[in-house]
């Protein structure tokens, strides 16, 4: 999945946990922190493995379901010691929301499920065929995504790209657009 897809995938989460356990739509925090976890295991796999070699791929310790559950649980007791045990919560959505879409998402693609992405150290994913840094590598998977789309090929990958945007931003203005709300009432605030 492409950063914005993840994020998608992950708010859209968040709202459903936020309305079903909290009764509620999701603030800006709520939806911010849904996006920065929903990022997290590519903001910390993908340069550890494409610029400094840490990892043959960039699918490993951030991306792995047995490393996870210490994280989620690590960061909820110190964000609930912090008083923000929603934001834990929210994060962690995200970050699982993540993990999914690196699975699901070659299966719309025409391929098989990619558990394997998930499983680090158990399994680790082959080293890409080229010595390419993180631009050089993020430039190329954005020309093959672009080209994909280009082609409008009515399949799963378009189908779910329509869907999914329609989807969140629907969800999003239900939800009173969070962050942006907060972004216009802070503006509005200092104009007064």
Known sequence: MWPWEHVA????????????????????????AAGLGALFPDLVDKPLSWTF?????????????????????ALWL????????????????????????DVVYPFLLGDE???????????????????AGLLARTLYYLREWL?????LELGPLLLFELALVGVVVAVWLYDGAPVFAEFRSMLAAQTE
């Open 53 to 73: 070699g840490v990892f043959p791929s960039g699918y490993a310790v951030a991306h792995s379901a047995y490393v996870f559950p210490t994280f989620a649980v």
């Open 147 to 151: 080209v994909r789309l280009w082609a």
């Open 113 to 131: 499920l990619a558990v394997s992405a998930v499983l680090w150290p158990v399994v680790t994913r082959p080293a890409s065929p080229t010595e």
């Open 78 to 101: 110190v964000l609930r010691y912090r008083g923000a045990p929603s934001l834990a919560v929210a994060f962690v959505v995200g970050h699982f929301s993540h993990l999914v879409g």
């Open 9 to 32: 995938f992950g708010y859209l989460l968040v709202s459903l946990y936020s309305h079903v356990v909290r009764g509620k739509s999701p603030d800006g925090r709520l939806a911010l």
